[in-house]
């Protein structure tokens, strides 16, 4: 059975567009900031020097696509952003069946959750000490697929 297509109504005053284009925009330049850090596709002859160094070329080759893969969505978030504002006192839909939520518990580890969960379960709680998880991301999926929630408690 497919699951049904969840839809965020979204109104927001210019103001607040305007506050939220450069909250997106000092995430796009923090990335950006960090990307400086990953310049590489292709590894170095000194990066294949050993297994030690190409497996850490590999860690950052995967953290450079992950910041690459935020950039992309936060640029897709000024998009609807912007095209809201050109048409004031518009509603803009977005769909979230493919936004899953990331917690840490106080030990770091991390725990997914799809946002479709919270309607039914809550938010997530540590298993190990009952108190709620902090919340540090929300992922959105290009192909969204339901993920299943690691370990904790809804």
């Given at each position: 059975m497919a699951a049904a297509q969840q839809h965020l109504k979204l109104s927001i005053t210019a103001r607040q567009a305007d506050i939220l284009l450069d909250t997106l925009?000092?995430?796009?330049?923090?990335?950006?900031?960090?990307?400086l850090s990953y310049?590489?596709?292709?590894?170095?002859?000194?990066?294949?020097?050993c297994d030690a160094h190409l497996a850490r070329?590999?860690?950052?080759?995967?953290?450079?696509?992950?910041?690459?893969?935020r950039k992309a969505e936060v640029q897709h978030l000024i998009?609807?952003?912007?095209?809201?504002?050109?048409s004031p006192g518009?509603?803009?839909?977005v769909d979230l069946?493919?936004?899953?939520?990331?917690?840490?518990?106080?030990?770091?580890?991390?725990?997914?959750q799809p946002l479709a969960d919270i309607e039914s379960a809550?938010?997530?709680?540590?298993?190990d000490s009952g108190n709620d998880l902090e919340l540090i991301a929300?992922?959105?999926?290009?192909?969204?697929?339901?993920?299943?929630?690691q370990g904790a408690t809804p």
């Open positions: 925009a000092d995430k796009s330049v923090e990335t950006d900031h960090y990307l310049p590489k596709d292709e590894p170095d002859k000194t990066d294949t020097c070329f590999e860690q950052r080759a995967l953290q450079r696509k992950a910041l690459l893969e998009t609807i952003v912007e095209a809201s504002r050109s518009s509603t803009t839909t069946s493919g936004v899953t939520l990331i917690y840490r518990d106080a030990a770091g580890k991390t725990y997914e809550g938010t997530l709680i540590d298993p929300a992922l959105v999926a290009a192909d969204p697929a339901p993920t299943e929630t």
